[in-house]
């Protein structure tokens, strides 16, 4: 079973609307023959809204289950309520992207296309503070809350069940200075680092690559239960996108493909790095 609550409430979304269509249902059918409304219905199985145990028992009855599935749901159910420990970080994640972090944190595999920054798992506390004092907006504590939670992101890829992780950067994002010198210096270090990890894979898509298949920042997600589809996700400045349809997730990989196949190879890349590095050095 999936290990955060946010995977956890989004399995048993996929599993409440499986249910539903092997019916051959509406929500709004399903809803009349419970008393309930057809609203209530769809954000059980969008996962907007909670879902209570005594829920999941109707909905068995209705369906007519097995007892095994019912005990597995409400599993489910219950464990969705609990907190991540991303989360009592308060203010300083906002609600939009909890949502990512716990899917993250159950990821079986990462691939991540960064057009203007250094990822967020490969960070150093002093460029991740930078990045969020830009904003203007946030309180100090909340810029401390936020850079904690990216800090303590980074674990996973040294966990001994580790996600297949590649990281194509672009080569504006490596060069673009946040802060003095030494920041960059010492950031640049730790992506040469977090690139040597054995599940991690870093490739630079170089100024004079040409062409290349993507227009911004994107991040694929894939998780070890069949029943979990991959996902895509972007994000903006105040919200962010998740799209889980097969003709997204097939148009992400064929653009990451192309990435990789137009990007330098991680031996050419981590040369170009210390290239840099050492002209910050200097």
């Given at each position: 079973m999936a290990g955060s609550p946010t995977a956890r409430r989004r399995r048993l979304s996929i599993e409440l609307k499986k249910l539903r269509e092997k019916s051959a249902l509406t929500c709004a059918q399903v809803g009349a023959g419970l008393e309930w409304s057809g609203s209530k219905v769809n954000r059980m199985e969008t996962g907007s809204g909670r879902v209570q145990p005594s829920d999941i028992d109707a909905l068995c009855r209705f369906y007519d289950t097995s007892d095994?599935?019912?005990?597995?749901?409400?599993?489910?159910?219950?464990?969705?309520?609990?907190?991540?420990?991303?989360?009592?970080?308060?203010?300083?994640?906002?609600?939009?992207?909890n949502i990512y972090i716990g899917l993250e944190q159950d990821a079986s595999t990462l691939r991540q296309y960064q057009c203007e920054l250094i990822p967020g798992l490969m960070q150093t506390e002093a460029y991740a503070r930078e990045l969020?004092?830009?904003?203007?907006?946030m309180t100090s504590g909340d810029i401390d809350r936020a850079v904690r939670?990216?800090?303590?992101?980074?674990?996973?890829?040294?966990?001994?069940d580790a996600p297949d992780a590649w990281f194509i950067v672009h080569e504006g994002a490596v060069r673009n200075a946040i802060g003095d010198?030494?920041?960059?210096?010492?950031?640049?270090e730790r992506v040469l680092h977090t690139a040597d990890l054995p599940t991690v894979t870093?490739?630079?898509?170089?100024?004079d690559s040409g062409t290349y298949p993507a227009t911004g920042t994107f991040t694929m997600l894939g998780f070890p239960a069949p029943e979990d589809p991959d996902l895509v996700?972007?994000?903006?400045?105040?919200?962010?996108?998740?799209?889980?349809?097969?003709?997204?997730?097939?148009?992400?990989?064929?653009?990451f493909d192309g990435l990789r196949a137009t990007a330098l190879s991680p031996q050419r890349s981590a040369q170009l790095i210390k290239s840099i590095l050492n002209e910050y050095r200097r």
């Amino acid at each position: 079973m999936a290990g955060s609550p946010t995977a956890r409430r989004r399995r048993l979304s996929i599993e409440l609307k499986k249910l539903r269509e092997k019916s051959a249902l509406t929500c709004a059918q399903v809803g009349a023959g419970l008393e309930w409304s057809g609203s209530k219905v769809n954000r059980m199985e969008t996962g907007s809204g909670r879902v209570q145990p005594s829920d999941i028992d109707a909905l068995c009855r209705f369906y007519d289950t097995s007892d095994e599935l019912r005990e597995f749901l409400k599993s489910l159910a219950r464990q969705a309520k609990t907190r991540g420990w991303w989360q009592v970080h308060g203010a300083g994640v906002p609600e939009w992207f909890n949502i990512y972090i716990g899917l993250e944190q159950d990821a079986s595999t990462l691939r991540q296309y960064q057009c203007e920054l250094i990822p967020g798992l490969m960070q150093t506390e002093a460029y991740a503070r930078e990045l969020h004092k830009a904003g203007g907006h946030m309180t100090s504590g909340d810029i401390d809350r936020a850079v904690r939670v990216r800090m303590e992101r980074q674990a996973m890829l040294t966990l001994p069940d580790a996600p297949d992780a590649w990281f194509i950067v672009h080569e504006g994002a490596v060069r673009n200075a946040i802060g003095d010198g030494a920041l960059m210096a010492e950031q640049l270090e730790r992506v040469l680092h977090t690139a040597d990890l054995p599940t991690v894979t870093l490739q630079v898509l170089a100024f004079d690559s040409g062409t290349y298949p993507a227009t911004g920042t994107f991040t694929m997600l894939g998780f070890p239960a069949p029943e979990d589809p991959d996902l895509v996700y972007r994000d903006g400045i105040t919200d962010a996108v998740y799209l889980e349809g097969e003709h997204h997730v097939r148009e992400y990989t064929r653009a990451f493909d192309g990435l990789r196949a137009t990007a330098l190879s991680p031996q050419r890349s981590a040369q170009l790095i210390k290239s840099i590095l050492n002209e910050y050095r200097r």
